[in-house]
């Protein structure tokens, strides 16, 4: 399902009819096997994917494919038939089957024209002109994608036909955008609500709904040119009616045409994606130095030998040659051209899964039509690492017979050592989690024979959702931990790998076990997480224990990627992103103008009456377990905290399922026609505001009551799922006879619904007000609260069954529970109240659950990207070698940038600091506050004028009393707990001159002994 949020149900359908071939199983192609059979097809009999390869198992397979094991080697299986189960395992719905025919220059290619894309690894240059050749002559085109990775240089081609139609180019949903003015002029410019930036392009498409006195333009569709962030116009309007008030323009998705070259052509004149800023010459330099590599194994029968400078001198040449052939006759970057040449025959794991994950998005546009294809080449280097490395010998490189040498030919034996002996924290074992383990896996990482350990962290038990992208688990996993799942199958990829798993969550309440010690231990820490609070406090964490960190997430399409290194780069907290907009409380409660409003009213609605209000009547009655006591302390004029609603859900409480039906036809009418008949009290038709502007207009909608039909599904869907709610909570039982249609209908033709009565009470209107925390008690509410609570002890509904309700916890996954049935109903039904579009189950849930959309291809991309930083990070390069990225695999691009230089402060005279600094002071049992201060002024030659722990004020001179804590002991002040040796202080200092505002400063760690040296 989550997949399906980002490809939508047409997409998905055509994913169902295709077919697809792939040829060669390595590093590369098992990436984008693995990623392709998740999404292809869900016809089980209809094969979706041939895996083709003509190659036996080796050794050097086990440190680049993750799906081949030692037995395979043994066995001298096949690479496409040892992965071939494995692969079809990952989605059940999928027919994959496994060639092992020759495929070279004298195959007939007759046999391609079953599938409708073709993708190319490990396979000759001039093999790949030729299949691409007969790919594009096709009537349709076969779409054609080639892929490769060599050493520390990897290249994306694309050929998807002469012309290539796309019906939505970004996978974004249509924008829709509230007016508040239209000009009658040549052009009309329609301006948008104040403070609601339209964010539109020119040239993009709109069609109009819901504008009064203009009217001729609803339904029309009009080409849109930008004014201004919150104006656009449309063309001619001056003829039409002048604009009285509301309107919605909503943004047209239009149908775009790409265009493709054969790869013959493109070699020549290549279109590159470019992905570095930094060096925009990078692409066409990598494409000549792999042309050259092509050439050199056309010409030798082999690719150039580890290390070896012949070779190098070789490809160099033959790289010259090329470059004169081309249109553009790029300038050939002989470091390139070396280095591509002496690590040629290695192979970077992650660089494979970032391609991977890019490929294989391809592959889907390519048989779905959905966002816009990759024109037409693209290449993602390592280059950046290689500086330190030409010192190293050429013997560091060369292979030693074990599951490294791929490995080992890029980054030599000194970087793979560290890569086994590091101990990495790894905080959750999700998508990128479980992708990010498999990297671990492939690198190494922590397998050292002294050193080395993998610590993850998951609090989360596997669902079925997970399935589809959490590529580790499988449908027998369901509901068992993420982390220990994850770690038993990281060890069927590399069994020499150590890991502890841990069910914990990393926050404040779990700091005994992750604790400073903990993060000390640790070279590095790598997130793989969902919410921006937990990426906080873990940065915090290291930052104060001076930890690198690497970050990333992925929404959708989308990713990005953090590299944090203590003393060189800013801080995940070093910057912001803007708080998300929140629904104001007048909106959600009396003027909804969006479907996401009425979502979340009735998501409130559910959180409020199933599981708040329950959990509340228990609690109470847990704290007085007597209905006779509670009666007597009220009689006396005690005050009992929410008593007054407690007793009033006791008196109402159902005790049949006839009740529970009866609750839910009152709920109906209160809430989808009192409501609108009561604002219309308060606020008729014509009601208008103090400048003599009506009230009602947009974004506000006047409400109309809406007439229960008991034949209108959504109406009687409310009260099916509503009624089987209140039974739940309320502990009734119900049997199928009870859900029948005729068992309700003759249940609600017998209600008596209240009618309705108009109240005085005032309806907040201000859109910068708060949701009141207690809603004041009336006398008369306390008389009849008494009456009635006396009235259910008499009738014996006061029992202590009676007191006790079961609260229920909102789970979107489970269809049968009915809580995405009761919030789609009731939210349609308030969207049908307010006249506003409605929306069905499936956007229904993915609001209200605040489903983020996922797809593997963007998972898979991001935590390559992450595991070559950590390349970066356990070598210890400089800040220039970092990059951070940002990619959205539909529109398609990504952005490498240099990470951000940390911030220096200055306090004063030259004395300055960053975020990575820390002073510190060493104290002793009897060691006083006074002694502290003076301490820092000795070491550190300025003056502390304030000392703050956390949010715990130490010492502020000018608070009362603060003077006298002065001779107080730094044990007695801060209190630590017994296992604790330090506290980190925050401290202010003196200003040079007085008046000025007190000096900033590093937090000072002071130890409450002396650290034995």
Same mark, same amino acid.
């Given at each position: 399902s989550r997949q399906r949020y980002v490809l939508g149900d047409t997409a998905m359908q055509k994913m169902a009819q295709s077919h697809v071939f792939l040829s060669g199983i390595g590093g590369l192609g098992v990436e984008i096997g693995k990623l392709g059979n998740i999404y292809l097809s869900r016809h089980k009999t209809k094969l979706a994917l041939t895996v083709h390869d003509t190659k036996q198992c080796t050794k050097w397979d086990l440190g680049i494919n993750f799906f081949i094991h030692e037995d395979d080697i043994t066995s001298q299986r096949n690479r496409a038939e040892a992965t071939l189960h494995r692969i079809a395992e990952l989605n059940p719905y999928v027919h994959v089957a496994a060639s092992t025919v020759p495929l070279d220059e004298t195959t007939d290619l007759s046999f391609l024209k079953q599938y409708q894309c073709v993708i190319l690894t490990e396979v000759s240059l001039l093999l790949q002109k030729k299949i691409n050749d007969f790919c594009h002559a096709q009537q349709p085109p076969i779409k054609f994608i080639s892929a490769d990775v060599y050493g520390m240089c990897s290249r994306?081609?694309?050929d998807f036909g002469d012309e290539f139609e796309v019906l939505d180019t970004t996978g974004e949903e249509p924008k829709e955008i509230f007016i508040s003015n239209i000009t009658q002029s040549n052009p009309g410019i329609v301006t948008c609500l104040e403070n609601h930036p339209h964010r539109l392009e020119t040239g993009q498409f709109l069609t109009f709904r819901e504008v009064n006195g203009m009217s001729c333009l609803n339904g029309s569709t009009h080409q849109i040119t930008v004014v201004s962030p919150y104006s656009f116009s449309i063309g001619d309007t001056s003829d039409m009616e002048p604009y009285l008030h509301g309107g919605i323009a909503v943004q047209v998705k239009t149908p775009k045409t790409f265009y493709f070259e054969r790869l013959e052509k493109q070699i020549t004149n290549p279109l590159c994606l470019v992905a570095d800023f930094s060096k925009p010459e990078a692409p066409l330099q990598i494409h000549v130095a792999m042309l050259a590599l092509d050439n050199f194994q056309e010409n030798f029968g082999r690719r150039p030998n580890i290390g070896c400078l012949q070779d190098a001198e070789e490809m160099l040449k033959i790289a010259v040659s090329i470059s004169e052939t081309l249109e553009n006759k790029p300038q050939v970057n002989g470091d390139v051209v070396k280095w591509l040449s002496r690590t040629a025959q290695g192979f970077l794991a992650p660089l494979a899964a970032a391609v991977g994950g890019v490929a294989s998005q391809e592959v889907l546009k390519a048989v779905t039509g959905k966002f816009s294809p990759l024109q037409q080449w693209l290449y993602i280097d390592m280059l950046d690492i290689v500086t330190p490395l030409e010192k190293m010998g050429s013997e560091?490189?060369? @292979?030693?017979?074990?599951?490294?040498?791929?490995?080992?030919?890029?980054?030599g034996d000194s970087l793979c050592q560290k890569l086994h002996d590091l101990n990495v924290f790894l905080v959750g074992c999700g998508a990128?989690?479980?992708?990010?383990?498999?990297?671990?896996?492939?690198?190494?990482?922590?397998?050292?024979?002294?050193?080395?350990?993998?610590?993850?962290?998951d609090p989360d038990l596997i669902e079925k959702s997970n399935l589809n992208r959490q590529f580790l688990f499988r449908p027998h996993h369901i509901q068992k931990p993420k982390s220990y799942t994850a770690a038993e199958a990281t060890l069927n990829i590399n069994p020499c790998l150590k890991i502890d798993s841990y069910i914990n969550k990393v926050c404040p309440a779990t700091e005994n076990t992750y604790s400073d010690e903990f993060y000390s231990k640790q070279d590095v820490i790598v997130t793989a997480l969902d919410n921006v609070e937990a990426r906080r406090y873990i940065d915090s964490r290291c930052v104060a224990n001076l930890r690198p960190l690497i970050d990333s997430g992925t929404m959708g399409t989308k990713?990005?990627?953090?590299?944090?290194? @203590?003393?060189?780069t800013e801080s995940y907290n070093s910057h912001r992103d803007p708080p998300e907009e929140e629904i104001p409380?007048?909106?959600?409660?009396?003027? @909804?103008?969006?479907?996401?409003?009425?979502?979340?009213?009735?998501?409130d609605k559910f959180e409020s009456s199933f599981s708040h209000k329950p959990s509340l009547f228990n609690k109470f009655w847990q704290t007085y377990p007597s209905a006779e006591e509670v009666l007597q302390r009220i009689k006396s004029g005690e005050s009992l905290e929410g008593c007054f609603h407690v007793i009033k859900t006791l008196s109402r409480r159902p005790r049949s399922w006839t009740q529970c039906v009866e609750l839910a036809r009152v709920k109906f009418e209160k809430y989808f026609s009192h409501k609108a008949l009561q604002l219309l009290h308060s606020f008729p038709l014509d009601t208008r505001l103090k400048d003599g502007s009506l009230f009602w207009q947009s974004p506000k909608r006047p409400p109309f009551p809406v007439k229960f039909e008991f034949n209108d599904p959504l109406h009687y869907g409310f009260i099916v799922s509503a009624a089987k709610l209140f039974a739940t909570v309320y502990c009734v039982p119900f049997t199928e006879k009870d859900l029948s249609e005729e068992t309700?209908?003759?249940?609600?033709?017998a209600v008596k619904v209240p009618e309705f009565r108009p109240s005085n009470k005032v309806v907040q209107t201000d859109e910068t007000a708060r949701k009141p925390d207690h809603i004041p008690v009336s006398s008369e509410d306390e008389r009849n609260a008494i009456f009635q609570l006396e009235k259910s002890i008499l009738s014996n509904e006061a029992l202590q069954n009676d007191l006790q309700m079961k609260p229920i916890s909102f789970e979107k996954d489970d269809d049968s529970n009915g809580h995405i049935d009761f919030i789609t109903a009731a939210s349609n039904l308030r969207a049908k109240m307010y006249n506003i579009e409605p929306a069905d189950r499936f956007k229904t849930k993915r609001i209200a659950g605040k489903i983020i959309p996922a797809i593997a291809t963007a998972t898979a991309a991001v935590s390559g990207l992450v595991a070559l930083e950590l390349v970066k990070v356990v070598g210890g390069y400089p800040a220039d070698a970092y990059k951070n990225c940002f990619l959205n695999l539909a529109i398609p691009i990504m952005v490498f940038t240099e990470t951000a230089e940390v911030r220096r402060t200055e306090i004063r005279n030259g004395m300055s600091f960053t975020i990575w600094d820390r002073w510190t002071i060493y104290g002793k049992e009897d060691f006083t506050l006074l002694d502290f201060i003076n301490a820092v002024r000795e070491k550190y030659g300025i003056e502390p004028t304030m000392v703050v722990q956390g949010v715990k004020m130490l010492y502020v001179p000018?608070? @009362?009393g603060h003077i006298k804590r002065l001779k107080l002991t730094m044990q007695k002040l801060v209190k630590p707990s017994a296992d604790k040796k330090y506290v980190d202080l925050t401290v202010s200092f003196a200003p040079e001159t007085d008046g000025e505002e007190d000096l900033p400063g590093p937090p000072v760690r002071y130890y409450f002994v002396q650290e034995d040296n």
């Open positions: 994306l081609f694309c560091e490189f060369l @292979p030693r017979g074990d599951r490294y040498d791929a490995l080992r030919a890029c980054v990128i989690g479980c992708e990010m383990l498999k990297n671990f896996a492939l690198l190494g990482v922590g397998t050292g024979q002294d050193k080395g350990l993998v610590t993850i962290t990713g990005h990627t953090e590299v944090i290194v @203590p003393h060189l409380f007048c909106t959600l409660k009396s003027f @909804p103008a969006a479907i996401e409003h009425t979502i979340q009213w009735a998501r309700i209908w003759k249940i609600i033709s000018v608070m @009362p």
